[in-house]
C-alpha cells in the first residue's frame, strides 16, 4: 500500500483565467436577454475583480444589445433554439460573445432618426474597443470586447 500524500504537497492548481470560459446556455426568448445582461456583468466581475464599474455598465449593455439580436433574428429562423453567452475576462479587457443559430452574419445599417429599431450594432461599434462576427457550424457567434 502507498502512503497517503499530504495536501500541502500536491500541486496547485494553475491561476489565471479558466482554460474554458464560463457560459450560459439558455432559450432563445425575450426574457433570456435579462438573464445574460446579469449573468455577463456577475461572471466578468468574479473573473476579473478589477473590473471598473464602467466598464461592467458598457457589457452589461452590449451583452443586451448582442443578446436582442441573439433572440430576434436567431430564433425567428430557428425556433427553440437557444444562445450561449461566453465571458472571458482578463486584467484589463473582457470579450463576451452570444452563439445562435442563425447563419446570417449581421452587419450596421442605416436607419431612419424615427425608426425604433435598428441601431444596435452602431451602438456596439460605438461602445467596444472591438466587435466582429463568425460563422459557425450551427450559426454564428457575435462578439464585442471592452478595455480599462
Known sequence: ????????LLPLPPSGPPAVPPQLICEAAP???????????????????????????TLE??????ATNAVRHGARLSPGTS??????ARPGRTRIEVH????????????????ERGRG???????????????????KIVWAVVTW
Open 100 to 115: 445562435d443559430g442563425c447563419p446570417t452574419l449581421p452587419h450596421i445599417r442605416s436607419t431612419s432618426t424615427l425608426s
Open 31 to 57: 426574457e433570456s436577454v435579462r438573464v445574460a445582461r446579469r449573468y455577463v456583468r456577475e461572471a466578468a466581475a468574479y473573473q476579473e475583480p478589477e473590473t471598473p464599474e464602467g466598464a461592467l455598465g
Open 1 to 8: 500500500m502507498l502512503p497517503m500524500r499530504s495536501r500541502a
Open 83 to 88: 444562445i450561449r453567452v461566453v465571458v472571458d
Open 121 to 139: 450594432l452602431l451602438l456596439v461599434s460605438l461602445m467596444a474597443a472591438a466587435w466582429g462576427c463568425a460563422d459557425r457550424p450551427a450559426g
Open 61 to 66: 449593455l452590449l451583452a443586451s444589445e448582442l
